[in-house]
């Protein structure tokens, strides 16, 4: 115990816990090295390294080490700072680097345990600590004149580079995250964006690492790499270690044949990966790996050589066949010779036979095979002629290889005996005949053929073909009497009921050639299915099949998180399979408005439920109602005006007032039947009738409530002034967030503003969607209305104030104003008048509200439009005169100033007119413009006012400009302009240039 005591003092306090903890709970566990006691004994390293099964690894300590050295630092002002550049980090970087140096810089291990942001970190580092010439590219460097080691560190980087490039072409499967790995998801991510940033500039760097390896190729002298000693010394950062890390003998010793046969592995692959899109250059890798195969043959050991050799005979059999190069000496890839030297020449038939002979041999590996028959098919889909019956014939070849070794025989062949023809099955036959040595043939391989003679008796439809097999000399041999007559006689049983039967079988996927096919037809069925007692039928069939879930075949298949629970609680599995998937294909019909299908496959699970739950007899209830409610919104919604039945209407209140215990509910049809009893204004039941108890506790009914009773006593401002005030607290605190004083470090005290924690009974973003589904033009005015006083209270704006109907009926402050999400309140209130104007676009209030709000953020091109539009649907599109309280004085001078701010200065001097008081310096100082956007002169024929055609007429002479000149004399001297008339006459001229004025503005900006 002294002994262990003398260990603790000298480790850290951490280091001490950690084994007195593993020491106490579990005796035999041996420790695991902390990344940190690797700083405190620079000896430890190789120590531990050396170990048999060192725990962390070496590639786990490289990911510590670098992981470490790479964090950012917070200051005191809580910025995030790149990592310092001390002692400690630089020391873990090179223990890193130390690591990789004691694997002897083995890339294949390295990629295997290190993500691509991490060994590009390393590999960096590498460059870095080897006094690679900074700001050089690699290119440009002559590896001839640099040390050893640095020239090798640049090579190490380029072959990574380029097997990064390769390895991330070959497709990779995700890992789908589980429930604990969710909040890694963001981590993951972030990985994934720097892994994607690394390879785009190693791609567009690839043709210079290729560069440089290739030159290294021309290097016949040997290479040194770092060790872990060469390493220690550069760290001593002393003249005498620069000078021994710098010669000629320092590091590890890698002869130039090992380097080459490396590098002609590495060059080889990135060449046939660019061969996909450039095909020359499967040429250039296939005399890389020629190069590979002879230097793995001179050397006596390859150490220092990491490469697949069965990777390299791939890719040595792939270059030749996509390059035509064969060599007949080569003994090892003869087989492969020959097949790809008879497709190169067309010689099919000889493929063919040479198939057979295989399925004896059983040389060719199979996914070799495959790949022929892919070839061939895709040489017959370009137009090529005669090879359908090759297809079949290597099809059939490749099935009876898969039979002799006891494998499921694949669909394709599978759909060949569809409508086969008897030259196939006597081919078929004959290849079973020539691929089973009867002498030689072991007893596995003569049992597989008899199943498979029997499972080809059991796919054919013909008789007569079946009795083709059944008298062949092969079948006879393999199948006992007994079986061969059962077999028979099933055969012709089957037949006799094929006859009888009225329903054809038209296709593969309608014949009962197994399980699988059954249920992969029966599952296709079901997914297109929309008829309950079909759905039942083929659920029936299903579970006859297999005893599994049925209802997760398809992942578009959803119901609401409320039942899930309940309906997983079915333990009868049809049933279950029944409800859910009845309700949500009821779900998705309602979603594509289909509501006769939703209307049918709900009451079919209605009468489901019925039978052993009550609970689920009610949710079945509710959706219906939910459905019948959204049918009669969508009807009402494309114009039609036929009030809800009162049934309806009754099964609505009787929703809202149903207090059942333990039943799930979901929000949404409290939220649709409250929105259906406002938009068909039964308001005396919201307001008079719903139970105490549903205010409480629905928020939806609570707000209904609420609107219903402000809607109801509108009229009369002084009485409604008690509901709008409910409401207006209401909509208030839905709009408010939690507010929290904190005290600066100068003393100052701040607010801090939580948005996410809304303080009203319903969050904003549930209010919305409420209010999305009302369609009731009162109800949504109400709410404009009380959305535009708020704000222009938050935002205390008077010159840009926005306008609606009934602003007298709301408070005129805010007590608590610094609590209200101004952002929140401005949101609301564009998406609240947007979506008004998508149900009526001809409410000139509502366009006038929208217009107000372009205006006051400036954007005055789309306000103008707008107030146009305001004026045209109150006045049939100009032909009639605007009202005054649409176009009251502040519109007509909020249409002055969107024409002024686009420089349409001559618009503004008309407009002036509008006004009920000539505003002569408004439009004297528009006309004074010579930089105008507008048609000038083209708009005089709008000017009715003498004063300001007088006024046009001095411009235009003071500047010289006789033609404009003329045009205002002109305009002027009208008759009905003369100021002699009588006002009706005055009047009349006025109200005609106002008309034509605006419908020219129409055309303007409409």
């Not at 500047?959 to 009706?984: D, V, Y």
Request: charged share 25%.
């Amino acid at each position: 115990m002294a002994m262990l005591r003398i260990n603790y003092g000298r480790m850290s306090a951490e280091a001490a816990d950690r084994v007195a903890a593993v020491t106490s709970s579990r005796p035999g566990t041996p420790l695991q090295t902390s990344w940190f006691e690797f700083l405190l004994d620079a000896s430890l390293l190789e120590k531990h390294l050396q170990n048999s099964n060192p725990d962390p690894t070496g590639v786990q300590l490289v990911i510590q080490f670098l992981e470490q050295a790479s964090k950012p630092l917070v200051n005191e002002q809580n910025q995030v700072q790149p990592p310092a550049d001390n002692r400690r980090n630089r020391t873990l970087k090179l223990l890193a680097l130390k690591v990789a140096a004691y694997m002897k810089w083995d890339l294949d291990a390295l990629e295997k345990g290190l993500t691509i942001p991490v060994l590009n970190m390393l590999l960096n580092e590498l460059l870095c600590v080897s006094k690679v010439p900074a700001g050089v590219k690699h290119v440009d460097l002559d590896l001839s004149t640099l040390p050893p080691t640095t020239a090798m560190a640049v090579l190490i980087y380029n072959r990574w580079a380029i097997r990064t490039i390769v390895l991330s072409s070959f497709p990779e499967k995700q890992n789908k995250p589980g429930p604990h790995q969710m909040n890694m998801l963001s981590v993951v991510q972030q990985e994934k964006e720097m892994t994607d940033n690394i390879l785009s500039v190693l791609k567009e760097q690839a043709s210079d690492s290729i560069t440089v390896l290739v030159g290294a190729l021309r290097l016949k002298k040997d290479f040194y790499v770092h060790t872990m000693r060469t390493l220690d010394l550069l760290a001593a950062d002393t003249a005498a270690a620069n000078g021994e890390t710098e010669s000629s003998t320092a590091g590890l010793r890698i002869s130039a044949n090992e380097l080459h046969c490396q590098v002609h592995y590495d060059l080889g692959a990135i060449f046939f990966q660019q061969g996909c899109t450039d095909q020359p250059t499967f040429e250039k890798a296939r005399d890389h790996f020629r190069q590979t195969k002879e230097l793995l043959k001179k050397l006596d050991s390859t150490v220092h050589v990491h490469l697949d050799e069965k990777r390299l005979a791939g890719y040595w059999n792939a270059c030749k066949a996509l390059t035509g190069d064969y060599d007949s000496c080569d003994s090892q890839t003869t087989h492969y010779d020959q097949i790809n030297g008879l497709l190169g020449a067309r010689n099919y038939q000889t493929v063919v036979e040479a198939f057979i002979k295989d399925n004896v041999s059983r040389a060719l590996p199979k996914d070799f095979r495959r790949s022929v028959l892919r070839e061939v098919l895709y040489k017959a889909q370009q137009g090529e002629t005669g090879l359908d019956e090759v297809c079949h014939q290597l099809c059939v070849c490749n099935a009876v290889r898969d039979a002799l070794e006891g494998e499921v025989l694949g669909v394709r062949f599978q759909q060949l005996l569809m409508k086969p023809s008897k030259r196939l099955v006597d081919f078929i036959l004959e290849v079973c005949t020539q691929s089973l040595e009867r002498e030689r043939s072991s007893e596995a391989s003569r049992r597989n053929m008899a199943t498979f003679m029997h499972t080809l008796c059991e796919s054919l439809q013909e008789l007569s073909l079946v009795f083709v097999v059944s008298s062949h000399k092969l079948f006879t041999e393999l199948l006992k009497e007994e079986e061969r007559k059962l077999l028979v006689e099933q055969m012709r049983k089957r037949s006799a009921a094929v006859k009888l039967s009225a329903k054809p079988l038209p296709s593969f996927y309608d014949s009962p050639a197994s399980a699988s096919v059954s249920v992969g037809q029966l599952e296709q069925q079901l997914i297109l299915s929309l008829d309950p007692r079909k759905i039942r039928q083929i659920l029936n069939e299903l579970h006859d099949i297999a005893d599994r879930p049925f209802w997760r075949i398809n992942s578009k298949w959803e119901v609401p998180p409320d039942y899930i629970n309940v309906i997983l609680a079915i333990k009868d599995n049809l049933t279950k399979d029944q409800v859910y998937i009845l309700m949500a294909k009821g779900l998705h019909c309602i979603a594509i408005r289909d509501f006769l299908h939703a209307r049918q496959l709900f009451s079919a699970c209605l009468e489901l439920v019925t039978e052993f739950s009550p609970r689920l007899r009610q949710v079945m209830l509710n959706e219906l109602l939910l459905m019948e409610v959204r049918a009669h919104e969508t009807a009402a919604a494309d114009g039609c005006k036929e009030r809800p039945p009162p049934d309806l209407v009754s099964r609505v209140r009787g929703y809202l007032e149903m207090r059942i215990r333990d039943l799930p509910l979901r929000q949404v049809v409290g939220e649709e039947c409250v929105a259906f009893m406002l938009n068909w204004r039964e308001n005396d039941y919201l307001t008079l009738q719903v139970p105490p108890s549903a205010v409480i506790n629905n928020p939806y009914v609570k707000l209904g409530q609420l609107l219903a009773s402000t809607c109801k006593e509108l009229p009369g401002p002084k009485e409604s002034r008690r509901t709008a005030k409910e409401l207006w607290d209401a909509v208030v605190q839905i709009c408010s967030v939690s507010v929290q004083h904190k005290r600066s470090s100068d003393g100052r005290v701040g607010l801090i503003k939580h948005r996410d924690s809304s303080l009203g009974i319903l969050h904003r973003s549930k209010f919305i969607t409420f209010v999305k589904k009302i369609r009731e033009p009162l109800v949504l005015t109400t709410l404009i209305s009380l959305f535009v006083r708020l704000h222009s209270i938050v935002r205390d704006d008077i010159v840009n104030e926005v306008t609606a109907e009934h602003l007298s009926i709301w408070p005129a402050s805010l007590p608590n104003i610094q609590a209200v999400d101004v952002e929140a309140v401005a949101v609301t209130v564009k998406e609240l008048v947007t979506y008004a104007l998508t149900l009526n676009p001809n409410n000139q209030s509502w366009l006038i509200t929208q217009a107000d709000i372009y205006f006051a953020t400036n954007q005055y091109s789309a306000a103008l439009n707008l107030y146009l539009q305001a004026g045209s649907v109150s006045s049939d599109f100009f032909t009639k005169a605007v009202p005054p309280d649409v176009y009251t004085d502040q519109v007509l001078k909020r249409m002055i100033k969107c024409c002024s701010m686009m420089n349409c200065h001559t618009q503004v001097a008309v407009l002036c007119q509008f006004l009920r008081e000539v505003d002569y310096m408004t439009a004297f100082k528009a006309l004074q413009e010579q930089n105008s956007h507008d048609a000038m002169d083209s708009f005089y024929d709008y000017i009715w006012d003498v004063t300001i055609l007088e006024y046009l007429t001095h411009i235009h002479h003071k500047r010289g400009e006789a033609e404009k000149r003329q045009i205002a004399i002109k305009a002027i001297g009208q008759t009905e302009l003369n100021t002699s008339n009588p006002e009706e006459v005055l009047q009349l001229a006025a109200q005609k240039r106002k008309k034509k004025f605006l419908q020219a503005m129409a055309k303007l900006y409409f």
